[in-house]
């Protein structure tokens, strides 16, 4: 049977032990009193009978209750003052001994920085609240380093990405400069080279600055038909799926499926998964553009037949500026940021999106989103 969850608290262990202890402190005070009455009572004579005369058995049994009295007050005093040293010496080391773990978590703590995140409390104890607040600040401590790490990566991916166009513009700027004859025709390319990389940097910011949006703003927010959209998106998307040399589909669905949400950022969501699905894709290849409803959630499902995903990079795919194949990602243009956006935008209308993927074979994403009544 198990035990009740109070049973396990310090509320209830220090209450036991305080308990216990007062009982005995009276104990001891009680047989004391008792002890030191005894022990000052003088001895009746044997053999000497009392006075005959009432009056002055009246004044011995009046002497004796009066002394009595006396040595009782007298001895409950002395022993109150002794039950309240012992009680303070006592609860004061029985409540360090109780709160010796509270100090172990705290000076554990106190050696935790932005410098040493990787050091755990680790505290092996009873399931009491002790344990429990150990247990809370091990989690929060994994979470901090994640965020710290993660913010790490993040800036210095952020300043690789920056670098290279402003690396690529700096040098072709250097060369022009030590060109001697340099032609008009020079300058114009050296003008396309900077439009270029600032173009770039945009991207990058732009890219950024959406990341960073507060997901509680819905100024924009609307009641969206997935139809009209997903419609909207296979018209905008053919063309570059064609000239690729690949074959995009996409069957209509029930246009009654509405979502509520940003309708340009969802757009742009699913235009970012089919931009990929074209990048990466196969010479010949297909794109399946597909929606689902059911279990008042709408499913958009974006299906390729491209390069894939291995298994070791699936769980990463999503994080700021990871890339599965950084050479080639890197040939075709991307920032890194693109399916981290998507993430983001899905998740800010409280949706889900996953992704299924086999090496050589293609690519599978799926966003869930919540239907909307309106």
Do not use: C
């Not at 003008?191 to 960073?212: A, F, G, H, P, T």
């Not at 890197?330 to 998507?342: D, M, T």
């Not at 209308?349 to 074979?361: F, L, N, R």
């Amino acid at each position: 049977m198990k035990s009740p969850l109070f049973l396990k608290t310090i509320r209830f262990r220090l209450t036991l032990w305080y308990s216990m202890f007062l009982v005995l402190i009276l104990a001891i005070l009680v047989i004391g009193i008792n002890v030191a009455l005894v022990a000052t009572r003088p001895d009746i004579p044997t053999g000497i009978p009392f006075p005959g005369d009432s009056q002055t058995f009246r004044r011995i049994i009046t002497d004796e209750r009066t002394r009595n009295m006396e040595d009782l007050r007298n001895y409950s005093l002395v022993g109150v003052g002794a039950v309240l040293i012992l009680g303070a010496v006592g609860g004061y080391f029985l409540s360090g001994f109780m709160l010796d773990p509270v100090d172990k978590v705290s000076s554990i703590a106190s050696r935790i920085s932005h410098t040493n995140l990787k050091e755990r409390i680790k505290y092996k104890g009873p399931d009491d609240e002790v344990k429990r607040l150990a247990d809370t600040f091990d989690e929060m401590l994994e979470r901090l380093e994640g965020a710290f790490e993660s913010q790490k990566r993040f800036v210095q991916d952020a300043s690789h990405e920056l670098r290279t166009p402003i690396a690529i513009a700096q040098t072709n700027i250097e060369v022009l400069e030590m060109e001697q004859n340099t032609s008009k025709d020079d300058y114009k390319g050296l003008v396309d080279i900077l439009k270029s990389s600032l173009e770039r940097m945009n991207d990058v910011n732009d890219s950024l600055l959406l990341l960073s949006e507060d997901p509680r703003s819905r100024a924009r927010w609307m009641a969206v038909d997935v139809n009209s959209m997903l419609g909207e998106v296979y018209d905008e998307t053919r063309a570059e799926a064609v000239s690729a040399g690949l074959k995009i589909i996409w069957e209509p669905i029930d246009p009654g499926a509405v979502v509520s949400g940003d309708a340009v950022r969802l757009k742009g969501a699913i235009i970012n998964l089919i931009d990929n699905a074209v990048k990466y894709n196969q010479p010949g290849g297909l794109i399946e553009i597909s929606a689902t409803t059911g279990n008042d959630a709408v499913d958009i499902r974006i299906k390729d037949t491209g390069i894939g995903i291995s298994a070791g990079d699936l769980p990463h795919i999503f994080e700021r500026f990871f890339r599965a194949d950084k050479s080639r990602s890197r040939e075709k243009g991307g920032s890194g940021l693109g399916l981290a956006i998507v993430k983001k935008i899905v998740e800010d209308h409280g949706g889900t999106v996953a992704v299924e993927s086999i090496k050589g074979q293609g690519s599978t994403f799926d966003i869930k989103l919540p239907s909307s009544g309106v």
